[in-house]
């Protein structure tokens, strides 16, 4: 058994490799090719915290995978010092089911998700992309932007948070390390941050949108990646009418997506709206953008076939790179 901590999960993990992976993950989820209960969801109602439980197995090419995520989310574990996501994944042998690892899932998730959001943004967003824009500078904004960045050629960042001193760490930690740019500009309000950007990220935790319908430019790309429950909503609901809409997974989205569900319960739009997945473009089963002017929006819920075929990479990678912790089983 080998024991990945965050340290190695990011030499594991580096993000071109990991977009690819996700591309992969998301075409064996709309191909048919992975098993994918819909996840486990435990309250916590004294610490008004949830855990995740989030198993799969994906058939793919690279070799299969096996895995089980554990997510935690405590939301007051920021005002203990502590990180507010707790996370864990284990990956099992496809072939026998032996336990092979034990990663530490937080990280793995934020790379993830942001490679989800980078396989997105390189079949949704226009080449000639150049601005943009990451609300939420949290660990998530982090890594959305290095996924962005690794997929176009960004010469410019916005960046908003309604926390001063997160914009300034953000700013002062990601500026110019590559394949950022060190054109990062502070924000004073969502409208500065998204009215030029050619590509939107959002990665909050918030229960409203986050921006105004009407301060987005023609053919903007957004990749929605904050919310994770019917109640969170960070996209209006104008822009979920207007925009092409490709999600990570059917079902899941219907269940969980609040920017979808929301727009969806009002009447605003129907399921037929958001009836593509990201899979289906990567395979060439469905179109990507139709044109320069057209917004698309991805919005990402989070699928177990990211852990586990994130998992096998690095475990590949901690295997020729020896990275980890051996211990006996």
């Known amino acids: 058994m080998i024991i990945l901590n965050e340290s190695a999960i990011h030499k594991a993990l580096p993000m071109g490799q990991a977009i690819s992976a996700m591309k992969r993950a998301f075409a064996a989820l709309s191909s048919g090719n992975a098993e994918v209960p819909m996840r486990g969801t435990l309250t916590i109602a004294p610490q008004k915290a949830t855990s995740l439980f989030m198993p799969a197995y994906v058939q793919d090419e690279a070799g299969d995978s096996l895995a089980l995520k554990v997510v935690s989310l405590f939301p007051d574990n920021i005002e203990r010092g502590l990180p507010l996501i707790q996370a864990a994944v284990l990956v099992l042998d496809a072939n026998t089911g032996r336990p092979l690892a034990l990663l530490e899932g937080a990280s793995l998730t934020a790379i993830r998700t942001g490679a989800a959001s980078g396989a997105a943004t390189d079949s949704l967003a226009r080449p000639n992309s ?43 930690e990601m500026a110019g390390k590559a394949p950022i740019p060190a054109d990062l500009c502070w924000a004073e309000n969502p409208t500065q941050a998204v009215a030029e950007a050619d590509i939107i990220c959002t990665a909050t935790t918030s229960s409203t949108p986050v921006f105004q319908d009407w301060d987005l430019k023609p053919g903007v790309h957004i990749n929605g990646v904050g919310s994770y429950t019917p109640e969170m909503q960070e996209i209006p609901p104008e822009t979920v009418r207007r925009a092409y809409v490709v999600i990570d997974s059917r079902s899941a989205a219907l269940v969980e997506a609040g920017d979808l569900i929301q727009p969806l319960n009002q009447g605003l739009i129907s399921e037929q709206h958001i009836n593509v997945e990201i899979g289906e473009i990567i395979l060439g089963l469905e179109p990507g953008r139709s044109s320069p002017e057209q917004i698309t929006f991805f919005k990402s819920v989070g699928v177990a076939v990211q852990d586990a075929v994130a998992a096998k990479l690095a475990l590949e990678n901690a295997h020729s790179q020896n990275l980890g912790q051996v211990v006996a089983w």
């Open 130 to 172: 150049r601005i943009a824009a990451i609300i939420g500078a949290g660990v998530q904004g982090r890594t959305q932007l290095e996924a962005v960045c690794t997929v176009r050629e960004i010469q410019t960042v916005w960046v908003y948070d309604p926390s001063p001193e997160r914009i300034a760490a953000f700013i002062e």
